[in-house]
């Protein structure tokens, strides 16, 4: 991977897609296809806009890996559909989502896109690897702040923010870490640990929020730091912090664990160049003449289809 490399967060780009397009948006036989064809207009946008060389839309084979939620049971837990006893955690989704998943699979998969998953993994460390192993320039698109972690600008790894559509993107790269947050891409990481994320079911340090935690991060350096800081007495800490940050030792010891993306994940060899031409042009056309992709399926092709600018 040497050119620009574009890493799709496909969940939460789909799942913006769903409640951006009407569900009135119907296949020919009445079922809502509304996530399909909002994430192709967002890729053919994000092709057209920002000219990727290299595209992978990265999946959640494990929404709620096991190896985190043994670290921090109340992780992802309310987002728990209820499901018979003993079966698999499964994560709630829209009724009239669900049921659109495969056939974006199915497209992405005729059209060429690379798709990657790997079992036991979220997509964030699909991300996560991919970005470790590139070579030149990665844009990761995703609507997850978590993933601001990777943002690198020595290496030229920025985070697409969608802000509406993805036609209004925010640009996250350091300086704008710096300024929102007041740390890099990798102070990031120490900063949402002891913040908590309640829609991740992290708990964070009580009573460190955002502001306390980045200058905590700015006095001490990183969360190491700032754990070594609480047991010294020397260390300019209000009683309050000390005690706090005591008593949150166990949390501290794994959250990190939990909260860092993953970037030694097994990936596949697949083939990431952007498609220029549909891998499957027979399928292809099947899957649109079926699910009434009309419009939405033209526009990318032919996106995919003209020479870079």
Same mark, same amino acid.
């Given at each position: ?10 969940? %939460? ?10 569900? %009135? =948006? ?18 053919? *946008?994000?092709?057209?806009? !920002? ?24 992780? +992802?837990? !309310?987002? =728990? ?10 994560? $709630? ?6 049921? &659109?998943?495969?056939?974006?699979? @199915? ?37 997850? *702040? ?10 030229? =790894?920025? =985070? ?9 993107? &925010? ?39 955002? +502001? ?6 700015? @006095? ?7 754990? /070594?800081? /609480?047991?010294?007495? +020397?260390?300019?800490?209000?009683? %309050? &912090? ?20 993953? $970037? ?12 220029? @031409?549909?891998?499957?042009? $027979? ?5 649109? !003449? ?5 419009? %939405? ?13």
């Amino acid at each position: 991977m040497t050119g620009r490399l574009m890493l799709l967060d496909t969940a %939460s780009l789909y799942f913006r897609a769903y409640f951006g397009v009407p569900d %009135s =948006v119907r296949a020919p036989d009445g079922t809502p296809v509304n996530a399909v064809r909002g994430l192709l207009e967002f890729i053919d *946008r994000l092709v057209k806009d !920002h000219q990727p060389d290299e595209l992978v839309a990265c999946m959640d084979a494990d929404w709620r890996p096991q190896w985190r939620v043994d670290l921090i049971p109340s992780y +992802k837990a !309310h987002r =728990v559909a209820q499901v018979r006893e003993g079966g698999p955690d499964e994560e $709630e989704v829209p009724d009239t989502l669900s049921p &659109q998943v495969p056939v974006i699979e @199915a497209v992405l998969d005729a059209l060429g896109i690379a798709r990657v998953g790997v079992d036991g993994y979220e997509a964030d460390d699909v991300i996560g690897t991919f970005t470790a192993r590139a070579k030149g320039p990665v844009d990761i698109v995703t609507g997850d *702040r978590d993933l601001y972690q990777l943002v690198d600008d020595a290496r030229g =790894v920025r =985070v697409l923010y969608p802000l509406k559509g993805v036609g209004t993107l &925010q640009l996250t790269d350091e300086a704008w870490l710096r300024e929102k947050y007041g740390v890099d891409g990798r102070g990031y990481a120490d900063l949402a640990t002891l913040r908590g994320d309640p829609s991740d079911g992290l708990p964070g340090v009580p009573g460190i929020g955002e +502001k306390t935690a980045a200058k905590l991060l700015a @006095a001490f350096g990183d969360l190491a730091g700032i754990v /070594a800081a /609480a047991g010294d007495p +020397k260390a300019k800490l209000t009683p %309050s &912090q000390r005690l706090r940050l005591d008593e949150a030792r166990p949390y501290l010891a794994v959250a990190p664990t939990v909260v860092r993306v993953a $970037e030694d994940v097994p990936l596949p060899d697949v083939d990431t160049a952007l498609p220029r @031409a549909p891998r499957d042009g $027979e399928t292809l056309e099947a899957l649109g !003449h079926r699910w009434g992709l009309g419009g %939405s399926l033209q526009r990318l092709l032919t996106t995919l289809g003209a020479p870079p600018a």
